[in-house]
């Protein structure tokens, strides 16, 4: 019996294990597996000549992967920062009950339910040199056009992407937000807190975890972007927006490099797991701090 009841949490565990297996570790494998591989799309995997680390020596002397590392790099920093800066104050400023709170809160979360290519497409509407909204009105007040997609191609992209992600910041936050211990904010008040003081020293430090995780989880999404620079700019010009994602692409379609595509694939999981394990060390001390706060307003109040 007490075999049985030992066996039974794994047979339950079986069927997801099976699911994983299939969906997730397989399909790497086949990945990393190719990566090591001189592949192109007229051949089968078992055709393809085997050539050990090559893929991966070639793309690390390659000037045009460090560009598109680099463009990635700056991409998601700028992306991350901003958003998670005005998703943040968002839900400071709107975690109040004012009339018109609702739709308000409403209408932030629109444009995440927009599809990518719809967003691409609208911007890329809106940053025409000619009749888009933004130098239309540049023109109407007497000021200089500007090259939205030209020179300030990258800036425009983040511009799209902060539009639409910002708000996916700023629901988690409200819900952190309103979660928070409501003991621990009015002993901040009674002990002659300013509003100030209670979101430095109170608010942000106890939805510290979750914000660190929210962080997280847009990182990864801004690594992986593609619809909307694809739609907007197709990496260009030159390589000025092609970020790793885009590049991939590129490389497995346009260039018919499997391998090479797999090898940099590889390359963008590392660094991913790098950042996650990073992350998540910060998070367990974010949240010791937390908990530490917690009791010592538990012991004030």
């Known amino acids: ?19 994983m297996a299939m969906a997730l570790i397989y399909p790497l494998g086949y990945m990393m597996y190719g990566s090591f591989l001189d592949w192109n ?4 995997i078992g055709e393809a000549e085997f050539v050990g680390t090559k893929n991966y020596v070639t793309l690390w002397n390659d000037p045009n992967f460090h560009e598109s590392l680099w463009v990635t790099l700056k991409f998601a920093f700028f992306c991350v920062s901003i958003e998670m800066v005005l ?9 109040r009950n004012v009339r018109g709170m609702t739709f308000l809160r409403t209408m932030f979360i629109l444009p ?28 109407g007040l007497g000021l200089p056009k500007i090259d939205w997609l030209g020179h300030h191609a990258l800036t425009s ?13 700023f629901i988690l936050a409200l819900a952190a937000l309103q979660s928070l211990p409501r003991s621990a904010i009015e002993a901040a008040k009674i002990d002659g807190a300013t509003a100030w003081q209670q979101i430095w020293h109170i608010k942000l430090p106890l939805m510290m975890p979750v914000l660190i995780v929210t962080g997280l989880l847009r990182l990864i999404d801004a690594f992986k972007v593609l619809e909307v620079i694809l739609v907007l700019t197709e990496g260009g010009p030159g390589l000025s927006t092609e970020i790793l ?24 999981l590392m660094l ?9 060390a910060f998070t367990r ?13 538990e012991e004030d109040t």
């Open 1 to 19: 019996m007490n075999a049985a009841n030992r066996l039974t949490p794994y047979l339950f565990m079986a069927p997801a294990v099976v699911i």
């Open 41 to 44: 799309p007229s051949q089968t």
């Open 87 to 95: 998703g943040v104050g968002l839900a400071l400023m709107l975690d």
């Open 112 to 139: 995440m339910m927009i599809a990518p290519v719809v967003v691409g497409l609208m911007w890329r509407y809106m940053y025409h040199p000619t009749v888009g909204t933004f130098n239309r009105t540049l023109d």
């Open 157 to 169: 992209v983040i511009i799209a992407d902060i539009w639409q992600w910002t708000p996916f910041i």
């Open 245 to 268: 994602a885009l590049r991939i692409s590129r490389t497995a379609t346009e260039f018919r490099e499997l391998g090479v595509a797999a090898a940099m694939s590889n390359y963008l």
């Open 272 to 280: 991913l797991l790098l950042l996650t394990v990073a992350m998540f």
């Open 285 to 297: 001390w974010q949240e010791a701090r937390a908990n530490r706060l917690r009791a010592a307003v």
